[in-house]
């Protein structure tokens, strides 16, 4: 069951400075599907999820419920538009991310969920396009909260801390980890779900 968040000061950074430790990197991959429709509406910060059977990949299945970080690749241009269908020639994008694997306790969810934000001002919606995950590291446990300003403003601490995390050189020459651009055929949906 999580707990309440902690009043004391947060760490402006996560992850060790050499580098991502184990378990990381993990890898997870799945097209984005519509959510609970809250991350932008109703809290002003927007979500790509993939679905839950995405954590399958590499065993696991397990991962604390928490706050990730790292890069995330998706087939769509800086626009949003997809390149395998709106944008055709147009390079997909790698860009920084933030995401939530667990219940959302505060909105006393039923299912576990996989919720990423992109570090990226998009200007389309790009449900069904392909999105590769490498998670670096992990911020925080999932916690509970009082009020949504609570939790908005930890998951813009959440925000800052991945940024931060990210800009270290370690971390920085992942963005460009091959895997992160791969969304050519069913063999890689396989290979990322098993």
């Known amino acids: ?28 991959s799945g097209p984005i599907v519509k959510g609970f429709g809250r991350g932008s509406r109703e809290l002003g910060i927007p979500t790509a999820n993939i679905p839950l059977a995405g954590l399958s990949v590499g065993g696991h299945e397990e991962v604390e419920s928490g706050v990730y970080f790292g890069w995330a690749g998706v087939n769509v241009d800086d626009e949003g538009r997809r ?67 609570s ?19 370690a971390y920085v020459t992942l963005k460009a980890h091959p895997y992160l651009v791969q969304f050519e055929g069913g063999e890689h949906e396989q290979e990322v779900a098993r």
Do not use: C, Q
């Open 151 to 169: 939790l908005v403003e930890d998951i813009n601490t959440d925000i800052e801390v991945a940024r931060r995390s990210l800009e270290r050189d």
């Open 1 to 28: 069951m999580p707990t309440h968040r902690p009043s004391r000061p947060r760490s402006p950074v996560a992850g060790p400075p050499t580098g991502p430790a184990s378990p990381f990197p993990i890898p997870l």
């Open 83 to 149: 390149t395998d269908v709106e944008a055709k020639g147009k390079k997909e994008g790698v860009w920084p991310m933030v995401m939530s694997i667990g219940w959302n306790p505060f909105y006393k969810n039923s299912v576990r969920s996989v919720e990423v934000h992109i570090m990226h001002r998009f200007r389309h919606d790009f449900y069904g396009a392909r999105m590769n995950l490498l998670i670096l590291g992990f911020v925080r446990p999932e916690f509970d909260y009082l009020d949504k300003e």
